[in-house]
């Protein structure tokens, strides 16, 4: 159901992997998915950017050290996106 769903709005398209607390087992804030977004992305830490609402959702995310955003709307997103060097 919740794979229909991603498929509808075609966000396969727009990221590299998609992973739901749903499939892994795993919600936010712990800290396991993270890491197994990392481990699928073969990629360091330093390399990835987690965007959330929730400050809380990412605490883990920054320890590991990981780049972080609090979203707070689009215009503010897009400023700190391009602060790290992502223009879109």
């Given at each position: 159901?919740?794979?229909?769903?991603?498929?509808?709005?075609?966000?396969?398209?727009?990221?590299?992997?998609?992973?739901?607390?749903?499939?892994?087992?795993?919600?936010?804030?712990?800290?396991?998915?993270?890491?197994?977004?990392?481990?699928?992305?073969?990629?360091?830490?330093?390399?990835?950017?987690?965007?959330?609402?929730?400050?809380?959702?990412?605490?883990?995310?920054?320890?590991?050290?990981?780049?972080?955003?609090?979203?707070k709307?689009?215009?503010?997103?897009?400023?700190?996106?391009?602060?790290?060097?992502?223009?879109?």
């Open positions: 159901m919740v794979r229909r769903s991603y498929q509808k709005k075609e966000l396969d398209d727009l990221f590299d992997i998609i992973i739901t607390s749903y499939r892994s087992k795993i919600a936010k804030p712990d800290i396991r998915i993270f890491k197994e977004g990392i481990k699928r992305l073969k990629i360091k830490p330093k390399e990835a950017i987690m965007i959330d609402d929730e400050n809380d959702n990412l605490k883990n995310a920054r320890k590991l050290g990981m780049k972080t955003i609090l979203f709307n689009t215009k503010q997103l897009k400023k700190e996106l391009k602060k790290l060097g992502i223009n879109i």
